[in-house]
């Protein structure tokens, strides 16, 4: 009987063995985690579609941030719900809203935390969508200066990465000009460059009160079914000035980070969204899944597709586990 000529299973006897010869990574210095901004104070109430998150103030979102902080997870990134809806999303480039009086309390609390802001219409929108709608359309080119206005008051208040989230053709361009023209030349764009028309974002979208009025975001996300598109997409996101390049979400399209991992030598980011958490959740909690052994492994498989960093609400938990 002959003998085999290679032993993989060497490599494998030992969990330092395994351990040197691991090929992708996760640790929480490539984890962001989002919070959800509302207004008032001393606020800390559950999201009852994602479990373990919250509805925070600024100054529990503060203590919140500490505690991702300490935890040694990159950073932060957050979605505000403002005190009133309006047309144009008014509130949501206002100074002193939501975002921005988070943003300042959290870098008044944090030494090192990353601050990034989602820059978006819909959580702001009486309408619901990410742009200026009129006659049942959504209008490009009159939301770009909105965005880029926004961005520049996140920018004001301390951000340190804007994420436009909008899908608007353009914006990247329109948010780094105004960004540069206010002095603002170091602040990191993370554009959502890649951003499908997904079942998965419910849980979010009652978390952030962000749901469409009328019609559907298809207009303007993209169709699942494309992949060429997306390297289109993040290839003008790097023309107009991205930093780095967002795929969301993550799971359903491991495919196409790493598409665009093998034709962009930008940094990716990839966002594990609320829905594919709240499944893990749900399943966890009827004792059908090992909770701590499937998330580990989703966030490998998103690292291994070529993804730099996660946005992912599994972070602080993550993070407890590694420690």
Sequence with gaps: MSHPSERPRRLRQTARLRALVRESDVTPERLVYPLFIVPGAAVRKPIPS????????????????????????????LFGLPEFKDERGSRGLADDG??????????????????ITDVCLCEY????????????????DKTLPLLAEMAVSHARAGAHVVAPSDMMDGRVGAIRQALDDASFTDT??????????????????????????????????MDPAN?????????????????????KPALP????????????????????????YSMVKAASKRGWIDEQRIVTEILTSIRRAGADLVITYHAKDFARWVR
Excluded at 128 to 133: A, E, P, R, S, V
Excluded at 189 to 194: K, P
Excluded at 257 to 268: D, F, G, M, N, S
């Design 50 to 77: 994602i479990e373990g998150c919250f509805h925070l103030s600024a100054d529990e979102a503060a203590r919140e941030a500490r505690e991702v902080e300490a935890q040694g997870i990159a950073g932060v990134i």
């Design 98 to 115: 939501v975002i921005q009086n988070a943003v300042s309390a959290i870098r008044a609390a944090c030494r090192e935390l990353l601050v």
């Design 125 to 140: 929108t009486s309408h619901g969508h990410c742009g200026i709608l009129e006659g049942g359309r959504i209008i490009n």
């Design 188 to 221: 990191v764009i993370l554009s959502y460059a890649v951003k499908y028309a997904s079942a998965f974002y419910g849980p979010f979208r009652e978390a952030a009160d962000s749901a469409p009025q009328v019609g559907d975001r298809r207009g303007y996300q």
């Design 227 to 247: 992949v060429r598109e997306a390297l289109r997409e993040a290839r003008l996101d790097v023309e107009q000035g991205a930093d780095v390049i967002m795929i």
């Design 253 to 276: 399209y491991l495919d196409v980070i790493r598409a665009v991992r093998e034709t962009c030598h930008h940094p990716l980011a990839a966002f594990n969204v609320s829905g594919e």
